[in-house]
Nanobody, 122 residues
Framework: QVQLVESGGGLGQPGGSLRLPCAAS????????MCWYRQAPGKQRELVAT???????NYADSMKGRFTISRDNAKNAVYLQMSSLKPEDTAVYYC????????????????WGQGTLVTVSS
Protein backbone atom coordinates (compact mmCIF):
# COMPACT_ATOMS: atom_id res chain seq x y z
CA GLN A 1 0.00 0.00 0.00
CA VAL A 2 1.33 3.41 -0.96
CA GLN A 3 1.46 6.06 1.74
CA LEU A 4 2.60 9.64 2.15
CA VAL A 5 3.94 10.56 5.57
CA GLU A 6 4.60 14.14 6.63
CA SER A 7 6.87 15.22 9.46
CA GLY A 8 8.59 18.34 10.70
CA GLY A 9 5.57 20.16 12.11
CA GLY A 10 5.58 21.85 15.46
CA LEU A 11 5.96 25.29 16.95
CA GLY A 12 7.51 28.02 14.84
CA GLN A 13 8.35 31.57 15.81
CA PRO A 14 6.96 34.54 13.88
CA GLY A 15 9.60 35.45 11.33
CA GLY A 16 11.23 32.05 11.73
CA SER A 17 11.49 28.99 9.52
CA LEU A 18 10.30 25.41 9.44
CA ARG A 19 10.92 22.60 6.96
CA LEU A 20 8.31 19.94 6.30
CA PRO A 21 9.41 16.67 4.68
CA CYS A 22 6.96 14.24 3.12
CA ALA A 23 8.07 10.78 2.14
CA ALA A 24 6.27 8.23 0.00
CA SER A 25 6.48 4.60 1.01
CA UNK A 26 5.37 1.35 -0.58
CA UNK A 27 6.05 -0.29 -3.89
CA UNK A 28 6.10 2.72 -6.21
CA UNK A 29 6.67 2.83 -9.93
CA UNK A 30 6.73 6.58 -10.27
CA UNK A 31 5.41 9.79 -8.74
CA UNK A 32 3.91 12.63 -10.70
CA UNK A 33 3.04 16.06 -9.39
CA MET A 34 3.17 16.60 -5.66
CA CYS A 35 1.52 19.33 -3.63
CA TRP A 36 1.27 20.80 -0.19
CA TYR A 37 -2.12 21.89 1.14
CA ARG A 38 -3.02 23.42 4.45
CA GLN A 39 -6.14 23.79 6.55
CA ALA A 40 -6.34 26.43 9.23
CA PRO A 41 -8.83 26.10 12.10
CA GLY A 42 -12.33 26.87 10.89
CA LYS A 43 -11.21 27.32 7.29
CA GLN A 44 -11.28 25.29 4.10
CA ARG A 45 -8.26 23.38 2.91
CA GLU A 46 -6.19 25.47 0.51
CA LEU A 47 -3.43 24.72 -1.96
CA VAL A 48 -0.03 25.96 -0.84
CA ALA A 49 2.35 24.84 -3.58
CA THR A 50 2.77 22.34 -6.41
CA UNK A 51 5.80 20.75 -7.99
CA UNK A 52 5.74 18.64 -11.15
CA UNK A 53 7.87 15.57 -11.75
CA UNK A 54 10.13 17.79 -13.81
CA UNK A 55 10.55 20.31 -11.01
CA UNK A 56 8.27 23.10 -12.17
CA UNK A 57 6.68 24.89 -9.24
CA ASN A 58 3.64 27.01 -8.49
CA TYR A 59 2.62 28.79 -5.30
CA ALA A 60 -0.42 30.39 -3.81
CA ASP A 61 -0.01 34.15 -3.92
CA SER A 62 0.23 34.52 -0.14
CA MET A 63 3.14 32.03 -0.01
CA LYS A 64 5.21 33.35 -2.91
CA GLY A 65 8.64 34.46 -1.76
CA ARG A 66 8.22 32.86 1.65
CA PHE A 67 7.68 29.15 0.94
CA THR A 68 9.72 26.87 -1.30
CA ILE A 69 8.63 23.45 -2.50
CA SER A 70 11.24 20.97 -3.66
CA ARG A 71 11.50 17.25 -4.28
CA ASP A 72 14.04 14.45 -4.28
CA ASN A 73 12.89 11.89 -6.84
CA ALA A 74 15.50 9.37 -5.72
CA LYS A 75 14.02 9.42 -2.22
CA ASN A 76 10.37 9.74 -3.32
CA ALA A 77 10.18 12.82 -1.11
CA VAL A 78 8.86 16.35 -1.30
CA TYR A 79 9.71 19.21 1.01
CA LEU A 80 8.18 22.52 2.03
CA GLN A 81 10.61 25.11 3.32
CA MET A 82 8.67 27.81 5.14
CA SER A 83 10.31 31.12 5.99
CA SER A 84 9.16 34.47 7.40
CA LEU A 85 6.47 32.60 9.27
CA LYS A 86 3.33 34.44 10.30
CA PRO A 87 0.72 33.48 12.89
CA GLU A 88 -1.76 33.06 10.02
CA ASP A 89 0.41 30.21 8.70
CA THR A 90 -0.85 28.15 11.62
CA ALA A 91 -2.58 25.13 10.07
CA VAL A 92 -2.43 21.41 9.47
CA TYR A 93 -0.23 20.88 6.43
CA TYR A 94 -1.00 17.99 4.12
CA CYS A 95 1.14 16.34 1.49
CA UNK A 96 -0.63 15.20 -1.67
CA UNK A 97 0.72 13.36 -4.66
CA UNK A 98 -0.06 11.45 -7.82
CA UNK A 99 1.54 8.07 -7.15
CA UNK A 100 1.71 5.10 -9.52
CA UNK A 101 2.10 1.82 -7.61
CA UNK A 102 3.90 -1.25 -8.93
CA UNK A 103 0.87 -3.45 -8.34
CA UNK A 104 -2.35 -3.11 -10.34
CA UNK A 105 -4.05 -0.84 -10.91
CA UNK A 106 -0.90 0.55 -12.52
CA UNK A 107 -2.14 4.07 -12.86
CA UNK A 108 -1.72 7.30 -10.99
CA UNK A 109 -3.58 7.35 -7.70
CA UNK A 110 -4.16 10.47 -5.65
CA UNK A 111 -2.67 9.92 -2.22
CA TRP A 112 -2.94 12.15 0.87
CA GLY A 113 -0.77 12.21 3.94
CA GLN A 114 -2.25 12.33 7.43
CA GLY A 115 -1.18 15.93 7.99
CA THR A 116 1.25 17.65 10.32
CA LEU A 117 0.35 20.57 12.58
CA VAL A 118 2.29 23.80 12.32
CA THR A 119 1.69 26.43 14.98
CA VAL A 120 3.26 29.87 14.61
CA SER A 121 3.30 31.75 17.86
CA SER A 122 5.65 33.66 20.11
Amino acid sequence: QVQLVESGGGLGQPGGSLRLPCAASGRILRIGSMCWYRQAPGKQRELVATITSGGNTNYADSMKGRFTISRDNAKNAVYLQMSSLKPEDTAVYYCNGAVMPLEPPVRYLEVWGQGTLVTVSS
